[in-house]
């Protein structure tokens, strides 16, 4: 596991990598997508769905992203179970929505399974030459949950997800964020590459251009300070520092114990390579990008408020989300003229200033796994 690193992002001297430039062909080369999708989604942890979609035993949702159909169903026993969305006899769908079943049924000829991918019933099973039924089960796909999510990977060699996130795990499990419900949750197709979002939504040079009268306008004289978790970061930005902050803070903010800086700050981790959870103890909002091509990308947008808000704190996760569009409006705008100029090639490199520095840590932790030293 490895340790956190502080990194103050005001100071040059500070600078994670010697050279703190990439190719801008990483964002619109297909050759270098296909590298992304077999070296690293293939093979990362990545947030599936939010954890109450499949709250009781019998409920499942379905993932299809990257090419691939997985069902997320919770067992008769309570456990998370993650399934290729393939019927054993002939590779027939079987789900195809979220919602709630006694079973896994094969709608083509009526093989069943149960949540937990036991194949159950083969209808007229005397009229196969030989079957082994113990060989059928539905194929597996790894889950685990962590911050009120389901985690999935395709690699079923890869570690578990406690030990791949530096400590993370730990540092938010206060926030107790399997406690949160959404106020929306909402899938977009945007025209622009899978990273762009995650970058934008990671740095601070943009701010007090693009988010002049929001971000900017709220946040005191401190700059972002950058934390890195192996290939995961978090960027700790402080927040509406007004004198009446610590009187609303203090009633609105169940869960804790917090240190001062959990209160005044939003931390937005950025759990590689593609969700970023954006966390305070009276929200979280949940960013996730999928690559449709080098060009396009599924952008999952979820914003929760703590269940059984009220009063001050229910009016404040409103306002915070309603906050939180109007941001996004801004961002989409900007992230529209970025990936069409970035696609001309005339400016063949990025060049990273001190308040980008997340982004090249995701860069190089890209570069690490495409070329396998991960």
């Not at 197709?189 to 251009?209: F, G, Q, R, S």
């Not at 800086?261 to 929200?283: A, D, M, R, S």
């Amino acid at each position: 596991m490895t340790a956190p690193t502080r990194l103050s992002v005001d100071e040059p001297s500070s600078a994670p990598h010697a050279s703190r430039t990439t190719p801008a062909s990483r964002y619109h080369d297909p050759a270098f997508l296909d590298a992304e999708l077999g070296q690293v989604f293939r093979r990362a942890w990545m947030a599936a769905c939010p954890e109450y979609r499949v709250r009781e035993p019998g409920r499942h949702f379905l993932f299809e992203e990257l090419g691939e159909s997985i069902v997320i169903t919770r067992d008769e026993q309570g456990k998370i179970r993650a399934v290729h969305n393939s019927c054993r006899h002939r590779g027939t769908r079987l789900v195809c929505k979220a919602g709630r079943t006694p079973h896994l049924k094969c709608a083509y000829h009526g093989w069943v399974y149960s949540h937990d991918g036991r194949l159950r019933e083969v209808p007229e099973g005397g009229g196969f030459e030989s079957l082994d039924r113990s060989k059928l089960d539905l194929v597996p796909v790894r889950a685990e949950t962590f911050a009120g999510q389901v985690w999935i990977n395709l690699d079923p060699q890869a570690p578990p997800l406690a030990a791949t996130l530096g400590g993370i795990d730990r540092e938010v499990a206060h926030y107790r964020l399997e406690e949160m419900e959404p106020i929306q949750q909402a899938v977009w197709e945007l025209p622009v590459n899978w990273k762009a979002v995650l970058d934008n939504a990671t740095e601070y040079y943009h701010a007090p251009i693009v988010h002049k009268q929001t971000i900017d306008a709220h946040v005191g004289a401190t700059r972002p300070e950058l934390v890195t978790y192996g290939d995961h970061t978090r960027q700790t930005l402080p927040i509406a520092p007004y004198e009446w902050r610590r009187w609303v803070d203090l009633r609105t903010s169940r869960g804790g114990p917090y240190t001062d800086k959990q209160l005044e700050c939003i931390h937005k981790y950025l759990i590689f390579p593609n969700t970023l959870l954006n966390v305070l103890p009276y929200h979280l909002t949940v960013f996730q990008t999928f690559p449709i091509d080098a060009e396009r990308c599924r952008f999952h947008y979820v914003f929760f408020k703590r269940r059984g808000a009220r009063g001050l704190e229910w009016l404040r996760a409103y306002a915070t989300w309603a906050a939180s569009r109007y941001i996004l409006r801004e961002d989409v705008v900007i992230l529209h003229l970025f990936q069409q100029g970035v696609r001309s090639g005339r400016t063949p490199e990025h060049v990273f200033h001190q308040y980008e520095s997340a982004i090249l840590h995701h860069e190089r932790a890209l570069t690490r796994w495409i070329e396998g030293r991960v």
